[in-house]
């Protein structure tokens, strides 16, 4: 999400006349959009403002803003405690964005900007234009959550659920479309749960579906109790819904999922993924895990190595329980390092091995991706499967963009490596 907000805003300060620099030790405005979600992410700020401030010592100070969710959570401390810092803003007020900068340059006085005006951002952003050209590309159609997990900062520092109107949606998409996009991944801290008068996600996936520029479309990140049935069902319907689902589950036991708040039981998660295989056999899934939750015993792990073993979760993402400060999780009984870090790895070990279990079954086989890109210092190309794996392969510069078959050589837990299939050795079926 920050990677689309991070867009929007230097689309909102091009009209302000700034423009982006690749020679950074040159730029005057350094704009950090933050996020809060992992460990040590305010220290990664006073780092980053060090750096800068170390290649600044001799030429005049530029114009610092910090953005995003450590801005909305640490916005008095970091004024406090930083004065490099000249203006914090937290991700509900980025349409402000330009207002303050010219406040701030005709006052010389730092600025704090973190009220949550979700409405009055989307009306704007609504009116400006995406600018992104790339292959795949973001569109944010939900922010903020009310579900209070008792490890999660995102419903304080986000604020709560907030649907945008489905047609800007829609408008968004198309103008996508015309800048060259063809993957779009719908957004959202509570994807799922997005609802616009009478339309939900799956009116959103099947009426884009109908711009015929767009090939694939995917969605993320969703929570379980928000999986309806008329979502399951567009997995049976939709041509260009991808059949990856990234459905995060946090634990395999229903007692820390109880006491994390997550509202759901184990049992619910498996007769989701049952529910989709049936529709749809080609789905497989992926999840988040937090490891080491406070009051997780060796029952509840191997609870949670079960749920693993009986979804073959083909890519997910694992790290150990950090307390974020103002949270109920951050009062509780923390387990011993050591205890933590061999349940992570016995947890990481599994979810590769199902990784390269994946991506082994598709040596020799040939598989469609969509083409993103040449790479960089390489004459090879680069895109992703159904499944966001991302394939390496010699290909030509006329099929970015496209969807081509690749016969899959070689692999290994993270990458396929391929080439492509030339029309005429297709089978005729
Ligand atoms: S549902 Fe997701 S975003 Fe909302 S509180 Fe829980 S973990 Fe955080």
């Known amino acids: 999400m920050n990677e689309y907000d991070s867009n929007r805003i230097f689309d909102t300060v091009k ?3 700034f423009t982006q620099t690749n020679n950074i030790d040159e730029a005057n405005c350094y704009l950090l959009n933050t996020c809060h979600i992992r460990d040590k992410a305010k220290e990664k700020v006073y780092h980053e403002i060090g750096r800068v401030k170390k290649n600044f010592r001799l030429k005049n100070k530029p114009l610092v803003i910090v953005a995003g969710c450590v801005a909305q959570a640490e916005n008095e401390e970091m004024l406090k405690r930083e004065p490099y810092i000249d203006l914090v803003i937290g991700p509900q007020a980025y349409h402000k964005i330009n207002n303050k900068i010219e406040e701030y340059l005709n006052k010389q006085k730092r600025l704090d900007e973190t009220e949550f005006d ?3 951002k989307f009306k704007y952003l609504g009116k400006i234009k995406n600018s992104s050209k790339k292959i795949s590309s973001f569109l944010t159609i939900q922010e903020g959550c009310d579900k209070f997990c008792h490890f999660c900062v995102v419903p304080f520092t986000r604020g709560p659920e907030y649907s945008r109107p489905f047609r800007k949606i829609i408008q968004e998409a198309k103008i996508l479309a015309e800048n060259g996009v063809k993957e779009i991944i719908l957004l959202g801290q509570n994807v799922n749960a997005y609802q616009n008068d009478n339309y939900r996600l799956s009116n959103l996936i099947l ?3 109908k711009i015929p520029e767009i090939l694939r479309i995917r969605f993320t990140t969703s929570h379980p109790n928000d999986m309806t ?5 567009t997995y049976g319907i939709s041509k260009k819904l991808m059949p990856l689902v990234h459905l995060p589950v946090q634990s395999g036991s ?3 999922l109880e006491s994390m708040n997550r509202k759901h039981q184990v049992k619910d998660y498996i007769n989701i993924y049952k529910k989709l295989k049936e529709i749809n056999s080609a789905v497989k899934f992926s999840s988040d895990f937090i490891i080491g939750y406070p009051g997780e015993d060796e029952k ?3 609870n949670t190595l079960d749920l693993i073993k009986e979804i073959e979760f083909i890519n997910s993402y694992s790290f150990i329980f950090s307390s974020r400060p103002g949270t109920i999780a951050s009062k509780l009984q923390l387990i011993d390092n050591r205890i933590t870090s061999k349940r992570l790895e016995i947890i990481q070990q599994k979810l590769f091995d199902h990784q390269i279990k994946m991506n082994k079954s598709l040596e020799n086989d040939i598989i469609d991706v969509l083409v993103e890109n040449k790479m960089q210092k390489s004459s090879k190309f680069f895109g992703r ?7 390496i392969f010699d290909g030509y510069e006329e099929d970015i963009g496209k969807i081509v078959k690749i016969k899959i050589n070689k692999s290994n837990k993270n990458t396929l490596f391929g080439e492509i299939v030339k029309k005429s050795k297709l089978k005729v079926a």
């Open 207 to 209: 009426e884009i579906e």
């Open 300 to 302: 509840d792990f191997k």
């Open 385 to 391: 499967s159904e499944y966001m794996t991302p394939v």
């Open 15 to 17: 009209e302000i006349g």
């Open 254 to 256: 229903d007692k820390i």
């Open 229 to 233: 049935d008329d979502l399951i069902e």
């Open 118 to 120: 979700a409405i009055s």
